[in-house]
């Protein structure tokens, strides 16, 4: 996933875009890395935005009570 990342890279920069290349590529490495772990998930990403929800109000009445 890495590797088309940096291929799609240096296929699409544009030295006159005003960035560095490594810069651009690390963006566009790290998103096609994130496509790939998306691609693979079967879990939707709503079931993960409520988890982290549930997560985080479960630390906070931990913190709250002291206790879990």
Do not use: C, T
């Not at 240096?10 to 290349?21: I, T, W």
């Not at 990403?45 to 549930?54: F, G, L, T």
């Not at 906070?60 to 002291?66: A, K, R, S, T, W």
């Amino acid at each position: 996933s890495g590797l088309v990342g940096l291929l799609s890279a240096v296929r699409q920069f544009n030295p006159q875009g005003g960035s560095s290349f490594e810069s651009y590529a690390r963006v566009r490495i790290r998103g096609a890395i994130f496509d790939e772990l998306r691609r693979l998930d079967w879990v939707p990403r709503s079931v993960h935005d409520k988890a982290r929800k549930v997560q985080a109000a479960m630390q906070g009445l931990e913190q709250v009570n002291g206790e879990p």
